[in-house]
């Protein structure tokens, strides 16, 4: 069984990449970190592309393609630590194509295609890109629920990863079909499996330090690295969203 990209998928990933090298760069990552905000400019260049609702069907104004191109993109995107609220809008988009309601899917899933509304993902005390959007997939271990961000009490706060707008939530949500918390998972998974890939190859282009400082950095990342792991899973899963792109964007 053939497991690789086809032709098609592998000129998407090809076009992301090269794009996202020009559109945003590390110096235009750290400018909207550090402004706490998401690039507007980037973000109006990917709806004009079509990408938030590339795995959404035509009829709700989507690409009509699939969860590998969205996968495909997510780790592009997680490559380039692009701030944008790409990941929620997208994610949410997916879910609802695969899990909602037919009611759920024509309310939601054109605004969510075109730009014109963006959504979230999470759980209740972690949602990330939940500042501002406007409906919510919340997860609660093999169950997913959605939130209309208008109707939730949302509350803002500054994590760790700057790139990100992130929220609790509460409130009563509408229930999802199953697969909605997998594929909000592969989403993450996605975008996580492409920021790992940039901090594999980021070391050679980082300033040299002396044996001393080297020696200390090991020894801190190996004890934080203690400290994830005695996490709890569903702590871990927290840490994940908020921390994985801290590193390369400090």
């Not at 509408?174 to 594999?200: K, N, S, T």
């Given at each position: 069984?053939?497991?690789?990209?086809?032709?098609?998928?592998?000129?998407?990933?090809?076009?992301?990449?090269?794009?996202?090298?020009?559109r945003s760069?590390?110096?235009?990552?750290?400018?909207?970190?550090?402004?706490g905000?998401?690039?507007?400019?980037?973000?109006?260049?990917?709806?004009?592309?079509g990408?938030?609702g590339?795995?959404?069907?035509?009829?709700?104004?989507?690409?009509?393609?699939?969860?590998?191109?969205?996968?495909?993109?997510?780790e592009?995107l997680?490559?380039?630590?692009?701030?944008?609220?790409?990941?929620?809008?997208?994610?949410?988009?997916?879910?609802?194509?695969?899990?909602?309601?037919?009611?759920?899917?024509?309310?939601?899933?054109?605004?969510?295609?075109?730009?014109?509304?963006?959504?979230?993902?999470?759980?209740?005390e972690?949602v990330?890109?939940?500042?501002?959007?406007?409906?919510?997939?919340?997860?609660?271990?093999?169950?997913?629920?959605?939130?209309?961000g208008?109707?939730?009490?949302?509350?803002?706060?500054?994590?760790i990863?700057p790139t990100?707008?992130?929220?609790?939530v509460?409130?009563?949500?509408?229930?999802?079909?199953?697969?909605?918390?997998?594929?909000?998972?592969?989403?993450?998974?996605?975008?996580?499996?492409?920021?790992?890939?940039?901090?594999?190859?980021?070391?050679?282009?980082?300033?040299?330090?002396?044996?001393?400082?080297?020696s200390?950095?090991?020894?801190?990342?190996?004890?934080?690295?203690?400290?994830?792991?005695?996490?709890?899973?569903?702590?871990?899963?927290d840490?994940g969203?908020?921390?994985?792109?801290?590193?390369?964007?400090?």
């Open positions: 069984m053939d497991f690789d990209l086809n032709d098609e998928q592998k000129e998407i990933k090809r076009v992301a990449h090269d794009l996202l090298a020009a760069p590390f110096s235009r990552v750290r400018a909207a970190a550090e402004a905000e998401y690039d507007g400019e980037l973000w109006k260049e990917l709806v004009e592309l990408w938030p590339i795995a959404v069907s035509a009829e709700h104004s989507g690409q009509d393609l699939g969860t590998v191109e969205l996968v495909a993109l997510l592009e997680g490559y380039a630590c692009a701030c944008s609220p790409f990941l929620g809008t997208a994610a949410a988009a997916l879910v609802i194509q695969a899990a909602g309601t037919p009611e759920q899917q024509s309310r939601w899933l054109p605004a969510l295609s075109t730009g014109e509304a963006t959504g979230a993902v999470g759980n209740r972690l990330c890109d939940g500042d501002g959007a406007a409906v919510i997939i919340v997860v609660d271990g093999e169950d997913a629920q959605l939130l209309d208008h109707g939730a009490e949302v509350e803002p706060f500054t994590a990863d990100r707008r992130f929220a609790r509460s409130g009563q949500g509408e229930p999802l079909g199953a697969g909605a918390a997998d594929r909000v998972r592969l989403a993450i998974a996605a975008e996580v499996l492409g920021i790992c890939q940039r901090a594999l190859v980021s070391p050679s282009r980082a300033p040299r330090r002396s044996p001393a400082v080297k200390r950095l090991f020894s801190r990342n190996r004890s934080s690295m203690r400290l994830v792991r005695a996490l709890p899973a569903e702590v871990r899963w840490f969203i908020c921390h994985h792109k801290t590193v390369l964007t400090s």
